[in-house]
């Protein structure tokens, strides 16, 4: 249960305002259609998120216990202060024949995904606990979590959240499990 949760907090705090969550709102803008979008957010993330777990999981395996905490506890750290650099989107969706919601999210988001912030966390998380899927399952759940309002609520709701002081508590979270894990690594 501690996989899921921790998994499923780090990244719906870590996703506030990050280039996947606009993309987010930049879909629901052109297709204005939630379901699908989520459906796209869903899918996407459980592929990217599976593979990157995996990986971290096969990288865990090569280390130690003290290595592997202090190899996370030292990434962790290193998020705490990427979460305070806040994203932007540099690119649209692109304007080629026009796809379907589910589709169109589907790929962008997949994209958008690989070597971001929450990506590089799930690779963490997947190296640090044993279950892959209470660690996939939790940051699938924290991206769809973070994702839901934009893509139901749209900029309304964007323009009110206070995405810096976001930024700011998605920092705190990652020093808090970086200094976790270091700790746990200084006392194997």
């Known amino acids: 249960m501690e996989s899921f949760l921790i998994s499923l907090t780090t990244v ?5 305002g990050d ?10 803008a052109r297709f ?10 869903l899918c996407a993330t459980l592929a990217n998120h599976t593979a990157a777990a995996l990986i971290g999981q096969r990288l865990g395996r090569f280390l130690t216990p003290t290595i592997l905490d202090a190899a996370v506890g030292v990434s962790m750290l290193a998020m705490a202060l990427w ?8 690119e649209e969706t692109g304007s080629g024949k026009p796809r379907g919601a589910f589709l169109a999210t589907l790929i962008t988001f997949f994209i958008a995904e690989i070597g971001d912030k929450t990506q590089i966390a799930t690779m963490a998380l997947g190296a640090a ?5 209470a660690v996939v399952a ?9 994702n839901a309002p934009v893509v139901f609520f749209g900029r309304a709701f964007c323009d009110r959240l206070p995405l810096k002081a976001m930024h700011y508590l998605a920092s705190a979270l990652f020093l808090a499990l970086g200094a976790f894990f270091v700790i746990r690594a200084l006392f194997h």
């Open 32 to 41: 204005r259609r939630p379901w699908p979008i989520l459906a796209g957010v």
């Open 83 to 90: 979460a305070l650099k806040p994203d932007s989107l540099a």
């Open 12 to 16: 719906a705090v870590a996703e506030m």
């Open 138 to 146: 939790g940051t699938t759940t924290g991206m769809l979590l973070a």
């Open 19 to 28: 280039r996947t969550q606009l993309l987010s709102l930049l879909l629901a």
């Open 129 to 133: 606990y044993p279950s892959l899927a």
